[in-house]
């Protein structure tokens, strides 16, 4: 895939971009705080009222929009009762506008009628990059299929990553692609640099398959 394909592929993909605690209240929320990354890895972000998208996960797609809400002053969220609007997604991410450039936010898989909680940080970020690049893939930029492949070359040598349905993006993946973002994240400027970082996280855990080790991640973040 030539570069200006695959750049047109990551700004669909990017637009779009935690398990979760659990309260069973009945109703299906999703609340939490985002977590201001230090002034060096985000230039000029805050998380003082910014709009959070909550967005479904597609296969071979961008995400689909659902719903909107603002941050308070301190980068809390809170999508309440929003279970009538999800059409039976559980696979879901949550992403802020927190600079004209930066997105930082997560991917979450729910447990219906209950208050989703979970907190955002860098490394939620990186996952929640991954979960997109897995699911959408490259079908917009005539490579339908294959997870982002001028940048996520596979570690197994092959030549394309098969998309994933966005039911696999669990929380037993989810915890894995955050546990292998974690061991980067504290080098991750944002936006510049989250790509880059996810396609690391997908390479070493084989799609969210396999734990990751800090030396995968180290060396292939590295040299990406």
Request: with cysteine.
């Amino acid at each position: 895939m030539s570069r200006s394909l695959w750049i047109l592929a990551a700004l669909a993909t990017m637009a779009a971009c935690g398990g979760s605690d659990h309260n069973h209240s009945g109703q299906t929320s999703l609340t939490g705080a985002l977590v201001l990354p230090p002034s060096q890895q985000c230039v000029g972000c805050t998380v003082n009222q910014v709009v959070v998208n909550l967005l479904g996960l597609n296969k071979d797609a961008p995400p689909t929009q659902i719903v909107q809400t603002l941050t308070d002053a301190q980068g809390s969220y809170n999508f309440s009762d929003v279970g009538g609007s999800l059409g039976g997604r559980e696979n879901l991410i949550v992403v802020a506008s927190i600079s004209q450039t930066a997105g930082l936010g997560g991917v979450e898989d729910i447990d219906p009628g209950t208050t989703n909680g979970k907190d955002f940080n860098v490394t939620t970020q990186v996952a929640c990059q991954a979960s997109v690049f897995l699911t959408a893939g490259t079908a917009g930029a005539g490579d339908p299929g294959c997870v982002v492949r001028s940048q996520c070359l596979p570690v197994d040598g092959s030549n394309c990553l098969p998309t994933q349905d966005p039911s696999q993006i669990d929380n037993a993946s989810i915890s894995r692609l955050e546990a292998a973002s974690s061991v980067v994240a504290g080098n991750v400027s944002l936006p510049r640099d989250v790509n880059r970082a996810a396609c690391a996280a997908i390479d070493c855990t084989l799609g969210g398959l396999a734990d990751a080790t800090s030396q995968c991640m180290t060396t292939t973040y590295g040299a990406s």
